[in-house]
């Protein structure tokens, strides 16, 4: 029966506690009593978190603990009050209310004197100009408000006022904004800092005079109008987040300082206000930002060294340097924004990215880092940038107008467009390895200007590369893969502390000098696959003291030759190499039967300009490419062709290649290992240990060929015929020379000898001999040609007009009686694709489609200059008009003329020379074959041949 009334009691006492914590609590004690005392408040407990607190009209409260509240408000009224801290704190929770005097001369105050408050708000409403004030002092203590202070009614009613001392100052830690009323500063030591987590304004106007001011606020604090010398007496420092000054102008005080910390920034915004002035000192952390982000013209401050932390371009507009910037870190242009460098030398000791537009008048930059640049730099008439570390450049780069510079320590990459200028200068003066210059530095979008590479210890690497002028290497090794093309009309000049190293296939091009180089540079070249006892016919694309011995030191010293006059000299080790002469040097010594890729490298000054090598005598000539870059066979041979020659007219126009493809047999070669070349193609050796591609149109860089000259004199090598591309191997590379179609025939035998031959139709060819287009075969027992009057060539070209009704008069060579294959090895043109390609065998009179497969026929042992016809498509795939059709071949051998009527006797024949005298002649022959014997003597002969059926043929021949 006891428990209800106990229930009860509890209940109530819940009750009671319930409407204690939550309740309002009023200080009922005598003025001057103590917050910690309970019985000085209504309901006899000091107040808690819970509790909100009023405090009467004329009570004065000191604060005597470390005092809370849930709202604290100092009632108005006609009377005086104060709630002072001392050294202890008071935490509201909520808002701080002080609420307007009803009498004059009355002040309701919160003085913190060396404590510490804390709340949320403030709220003052002091509502006449008379003096009836509410005020919120602090003396050296601090106040923290996480919100706002709102001082409605009369400005100089309400007040915030941050004393201190002489030594101390207070505190204001503000975390909203402040409104209204009177903000005064008394005491230099005294501080407001900005602390909030949202953004913040601060306010400035007449009634408002700070003292220190600190901006703490991640979010950011923007000014609210300018600060002049009335507005604050002491130091602004952004300790972090943004300070933005709205645009407006921070006009400072003399001996007092202006802080921006590591990490903080400075935004100097609206439309043309520039940086604070007026303070004595300006510090900038290294790591700090101001940023000019106007969206008009603007002033770019020059700050005493160390100057800036980062700098900071935004906005469309221009900002011009004002004086010479120091920038200790990094230097940001965004895009669209502007930055004139002008005449000034300034510092950025971090790195430059800019995606906007940086100019230069005549002034220097150097930076210690980076450079980027995805927008627009242009350097002035001779500005000079300077960059410690690395360019990097995918927008538009221009070096200047007149004699500009631009500095390099780093790597060089391009992939926008650099402009050179017009006399200016790019140094590489890097002094450690590793470097590269890559992307786009070739053609009007990346080519340099003068090139000076200057970095003693320093490396580059490079591709291609154009210099419109000067390429200089005065310390370091540039080292390159692909073309560096020289065109302007000076020397390359290497000083003694530099190197430049061109790796096999690399180019050196100069096109518009053509005087001798100054310094030595290195050339690496690598043999097609050889093995012990193979010759690779070499010739040296530079000029010094580098002897065949020291080119070669593993070769065995009596096998090094040069060929000229028709027979071969052993060099002596000792010899140097000379421009334009080629040399046949045995593999070395370490070689084995295993083909192997050797690496050479010539050493000496590059050769440049005219080179003429002296032809002695009407005979095979082993001369060879004397540039460090491909040379243009087509461009050589109509320089120094017979008949046609722009400069000279000296050689047959076919080139001959040793592709050392058959190993060194009872101490021979085989001359078969000779590819051929004229314009209108090449044959190749396809089968071997060497080089198995038939010869284009150029000729690598170090190789040697034959030529075969018709007159003693010179052959001249130009500027005008060197390329900076296909050089990647010898004679290796180009497209082939254009023809409307081309066949490649191909003989073999059981032995594995080999005999290629091309027949090609041409604009402008004949059925004569042309010089340059048809080549002889070089001389060979095991031999496969297409007859040409007496000539038996491996190149031969003849005119469009006949490709579908030419008959091709083929003849071939054996050392040995057996098996013999005669295979098409390749076609293009209009004989490509389904077009049929005969083969004609008058001994056997068949006709064989070599589309469908090779011909197979055995042969006696010697020569036979008129077994075969080559024709296409209708011609003899099925009339076979050669069955009936008169054909009288003259071919030259050994001294005599060979004459030969396919299918009618000849009854008589006539030889004239060019003046038409006659040389021979004989009547009654009665016979389809019968020898002419003639003094050789290098002249053009007419023979003309009557058959017994009464139709004469004509015949025109060089003997």
């Not at 230099?188 to 606020?217: H, V």
């Not at 000792?574 to 690496?599: D, H, K, L, N, Q």
């Not at 023809?739 to 027949?759: P, Y």
């Not at 091709?808 to 293009?828: C, E, K, N």
């Amino acid at each position: 029966m006891e428990l209800l009334p106990t229930l009860r009691i509890a209940c109530l006492l819940f009750i009671l506690v319930s409407t204690r914590v939550s309740g309002q609590i009023s200080f009922t004690g005598a003025s001057g009593g103590n917050w910690g005392t309970a019985s000085n408040w209504s309901g006899g407990a000091v107040p808690t978190v819970a509790d909100d607190v009023t405090i009467p009209d004329g009570k004065d409260v000191t604060v005597n603990v470390a005092a809370v509240c849930k709202t604290l408000t100092i009632a108005g009224g006609g009377n005086n009050n104060a709630v002072t801290l001392g050294s202890n704190s008071l935490t509201v929770s909520g808002t701080l209310t002080i609420n307007a005097p009803t009498t004059n001369n009355v002040v309701k105050q919160l003085n913190v004197q060396s404590g510490t408050l804390s709340c949320n708000s403030v709220s003052m409403a002091a509502t006449t100009a008379n003096s009836r004030d509410c005020r919120l002092v602090c003396t050296t203590g601090t106040i923290n408000v996480s919100g706002d202070i709102v001082m409605n009614g009369v400005a100089l009613r309400n007040q915030v006022r941050i004393n201190g001392n002489a030594t101390t100052g207070g505190t204001l830690n503000l975390g909203g904004a402040i409104s209204g009323g009177d903000f005064l500063s008394n005491n230099s030591n005294s501080t407001l800092n900005f602390n909030g987590t949202t953004a913040q304004t601060m306010p400035i106007n007449a009634d408002y005079i700070y003292n220190k001011i600190t901006i703490n606020n991640t979010a950011g604090v923007t000014l609210g109008g300018a600060i002049t010398t009335t507005n604050t007496t002491d130091n602004i420092t952004v300790q972090t987040g943004t300070f933005d000054n709205g645009g407006y102008a921070i006009t400072g005080t003399a001996g007092k300082s202006f802080t921006v910390a590591n990490g903080a920034t400075l935004k100097i915004s609206g439309t043309t206000s520039g940086a604070p002035t007026g303070f004595s000192t300006f510090s900038f952390g290294a790591s700090s930002t101001v940023e000019y982000s106007g969206t008009g013209a603007q002033s770019v401050t020059a700050f005493a060294s160390p100057g800036y932390g980062n700098l900071t371009i935004t906005n469309a507009s221009t900002k011009s340097a004002a004086a010479g910037l120091n920038v200790q870190g990094n230097l940001t242009v965004n895009t669209g924004a502007t930055l004139a460098l002008s005449s000034f030398t300034h510092g950025v000791s971090g790195s430059v990215s800019n995606s906007g537009t940086i100019s230069m008048t005549t002034g220097t930059t150097s930076v210690t880092g980076n450079f980027t640049n995805s927008g627009t730099f242009t350097g002035g008439t001779t500005s000079t940038l300077t960059v410690t570390g690395a360019v990097a450049n995918s927008g538009t780069l221009t070096a200047g107008t007149g004699t500009s510079a631009i500095n390099v320590g780093g790597n060089w990459s391009n992939s926008g467009t650099f402009t050179c200028g017009a006399s200016g200068t790019v140094t590489f003066n890097a002094t450690a390895s590793g470097r590269t210059i890559s992307g786009t530095i070739t053609g009007s979008l990346g080519k340099f200007n003068n090139l000076t590479f200057n970095g003693s210890g320093g490396a580059w690497s490079l591709s291609s590369v154009d210099i419109d002028k000067v390429l200089t290497i005065t310390n370091g090794t540039l080292t390159a893969s692909g073309t560096v093309a020289v065109a302007g009309t000076s020397a390359l000049t290497v000083s003694s502390g530099g190197s430049l190293v061109l790796n096999n296939s690399a180019s050196l091009l100069q096109t518009g000098y053509t005087g001798a180089n100054t310094g030595t540079i290195l050339v690496n070249r690598n043999t097609t696959p050889i093995i012990l006892d193979d010759f690779t016919y070499w010739s040296s694309p530079t000029n010094g003291t580098q002897t065949l011995g020291d080119f070669s030191p593993l070769t065995q010293s009596d096998k090094f030759f040069s060929h000229a006059s028709g027979s071969w000299s052993l060099l002596p080790t000792t010899t140097t190499f000379t421009p334009g002469t080629g040399y046949a040097i045995r593999s070395p010594e370490t070689a084995t039967g295993t083909p192997t890729v050797f690496p050479y490298q010539f050493s000496g000054i590059p050769n440049n300009g005219t080179i003429n090598y002296a032809a002695g005598s009407i005979a095979n000539q082993l001369i060879g490419n004397p540039y460090p870059s491909a040379l243009n066979a087509n461009s050589f041979i109509d320089a120094n062709v017979v008949g046609t020659g722009t400069i000279n007219q000296t050689i047959t126009g076919t080139l001959y290649f040793w592709t050392h493809n058959h190993s060194l047999s009872s101490n021979n070669y085989l001359s078969t290992d000779y590819a051929v070349y004229t314009k209108l193609g090449g044959t190749s050796v396809p089968t071997g240990t060497g080089n198995t591609t038939a010869p284009t149109q150029y000729i690598a860089s170090g190789q040697g060929f034959f030529v075969e000259t018709l007159s003693v004199g010179s052959i001249t090598f130009n500027n005008a015929m060197r390329t900076g591309s296909n050089n990647s191997n010898f004679y290796r590379n180009a497209a082939p020379q254009t023809a409307t179609g081309r066949v490649w025939l191909t003989m073999t035998d059981e032995a594995a000898n080999f005999s290629q031959i091309l027949v090609g139709y041409v604009d402008g060819a004949t059925v004569g001999y042309d010089p340059g287009y048809d080549g002889t075969c070089f001389p060979s027992e095991f031999l496969l040609y297409s007859l040409q009057d007496t000539n038996l060539l491996a190149v031969q070209a003849r005119p469009t007009s006949l490709l579908f009704e030419d008959e091709v008069p083929l003849g071939y060579q054996l050392p040995t009686a057996g098996t013999t294959t005669i295979s098409l090895s390749q076609s293009d043109g209009s004989l490509g694709d389904d077009t049929p390609v005969y083969l004609q065998d008058l001994t056997l009179a068949q006709v064989h489609n070599l589309k469908e497969g090779p011909y197979v026929f055995t042969s006696e042992a010697g020569s036979f200059a008129n077994r075969f016809v080559l024709g296409y498509g209708e011609a003899l795939g099925n009339t076979h008009p050669e069955m009936t059709k008169p054909r009288v071949s003259v071919v030259k051998v050994a001294g005599s003329l060979h004459l030969r009527s396919d299918n009618d006797m000849m009854d008589s024949y006539s030889v004239y020379d060019v003046a038409g005298r006659l040389v021979a002649s004989k009547t009654g022959v009665s016979n389809n074959s019968i020898e002419v014997p003639l003094m050789s003597s290098h002249q053009a002969l007419i023979v003309k041949v009557r058959l017994v059926s009464g139709i004469e043929v004509s015949k025109k021949v060089l003997f």
